[in-house]
């Protein structure tokens, strides 16, 4: 693998909101699905040899909109996390119940750990790792935040360094034989 580009899929009404979309499989907005026809335009017909996709719809949408329907794989490790008992609900919503309440240091109740998530953005880096070329991630905010984080060698819980927009590029590469960020969170 060359570079690793990490696609964050359009809007939803719930990221307009800021509410923790998890498993829940909400459709594009109108302006997401916008968004995602941008992002075709930002890559310029760009070729992958192995473009992977979340389940969701709204990651699958977003693949196909952008012109890489056909070529995608669903990659189930590529699901966003698991919020539990906090799906649909807004970090500041949270916070009222629980004062100083973060994702990354306090956890879920009845959801995915950080651990387990770390887990499964591993075994993205392992599947993508063998290709001759360049990949594309199809995916979501937190799962790509803590694959950049290990992709960089760090805890996952760094992931939180990454602010991430809807529908926007990133990519991972190396500087020599050093894993880096060539780019990060280029809206369409």
């Known amino acids: 693998m060359r570079e690793l580009w990490l696609i964050r899929h359009g809007e ?10 998890g498993r829940t499989d909400l459709p594009l907005t109108g302006a997401g699905r916008e968004n995602a026809a941008a992002l075709g335009r930002r890559l310029h017909g ?6 992977l996709t979340s389940p969701l ?18 990659e189930p490790n590529l699901y966003e996390w698991n919020y539990g008992d906090y799906e649909g609900r807004t970090t500041t919503d949270i916070q009222k119940e629980r004062p100083g309440w973060s994702l990354w240091t306090d956890g879920v109740p009845n959801g995915e750990s950080l651990a ?16 001759d070329g360049d990949v594309a991630l199809f995916a979501h905010g937190h799962i790509l935040r803590v694959l950049t984080a290990r992709w960089l060698g760090l805890d996952a819980d760094c992931g939180r360094l990454f602010a991430l927009g809807t529908a926007s590029v ?18 369409a």
């Open 12 to 21: 939803t009404e719930w990221s307009r909101s800021g509410a923790h979309t």
């Open 46 to 51: 760009r070729r992958f040899s192995l473009v």
């Open 170 to 187: 990133s990519v991972l590469g190396y500087e020599r034989e050093t894993r880096v960020i060539k780019q990060w969170n280029v809206s």
């Open 116 to 131: 387990q998530v770390a887990a499964r953005a591993d075994a993205v880096l392992a599947r993508a790792l063998p290709s």
């Open 57 to 74: 719809q709204r990651a699958v949408d977003t693949c196909r909109l952008a012109g890489y329907g056909d070529a995608a794989q669903v």
